[in-house]
């Protein structure tokens, strides 16, 4: 089944405790993204990649970190979270990055910094 | 830098209601335009999109969207809601070089 999955889907930890999320998709999609969506602020997009080795921030990167090793995985970094950034994140991909392709996107991550 | 601008949050509504939400862009590029949904407890998923030709888009369970462009919108129809399509509906502008940029959201109340 082509999906893009997260992991993990909960989290919880505290302030300063670097973390993790991992995104990975099974469609042999070129371009990754990463987007947060906080209550009356819709999705906001933290960084994108339109394909291996090659990354960009979008409008709220401060704070996150991202790698594009290999063409299916697009992992999130926050070396040191801080409660502003507890909000729901989803990894989105599609086919070429192109403006007009559909972007699919995974499940989320809510994750709560104390 | 593109934005997009989605009138109403939160809309309520009966069965067999007429719905349009409203969207509108800031963009000075080639612009493609999109609607997403989120049913409850599920992934955002495409409901259609414009890039070019007919600006009447149809896209998944009846729902249509029209690009216009001197008003710089691309507002979203339904001629007759259910109550499956309560959800939260985004509008989104994507550039072609990987940014794109989601509007506030909609949350869509249908009641039986």
């Known amino acids: 089944e082509a999906q893009v999955t997260q992991n993990p889907r ?31 602020l819709g999705l906001r997009q933290i960084y994108y990649s339109m394909n291996v080795e090659v990354t960009d ?22 070396e040191s979270p801080s409660p502003n950034q507890t909000s729901l994140y989803f990894c989105a991909s599609s086919q070429t990055g192109w403006g007009s392709d559909t972007q699919y996107f995974g499940p989320g991550t809510r994750l709560t910094v104390l | 830098a593109q934005s997009v601008s989605q009138h109403n949050h939160h809309v309520i509504l009966s069965e067999a209601a007429s719905l349009e939400l409203g969207c509108n862009y800031s963009y000075g590029g080639t612009v493609n335009l999109f609607w997403y949904v989120q049913y409850p407890g599920q992934h955002l998923q495409l409901l259609l999109k414009y890039f070019s030709g007919d600006p ?26 259910q109550w499956s399509d309560t959800a939260e509906y985004f509008c989104a502008v994507n550039t072609n070089a990987g940014k794109s940029t989601f509007g506030d959201g909609t949350t869509l109340t249908v009641k039986p």
């Open chain 1, 57 to 78: 921030k979008g409008d709220v990167p401060e704070g996150y970190k991202v790698s594009r090793k290999e063409k299916r995985n697009f992992p999130l970094i926050l």
């Open chain 1, 10 to 40: 909960y989290l919880i930890t505290v302030t300063g405790k670097k973390l993790t999320v991992t995104c990975s998709q099974n469609m042999n999609h070129e371009y990754m993204s990463w987007y947060r969506q906080d209550p009356g």
């Open chain 2, 56 to 81: 009447l888009v149809k896209g998944i369970k009846g729902f249509e969207a029209e690009f216009i462009k001197s008003k710089f919108s691309f507002n979203l129809r339904k001629p007759s809601v």
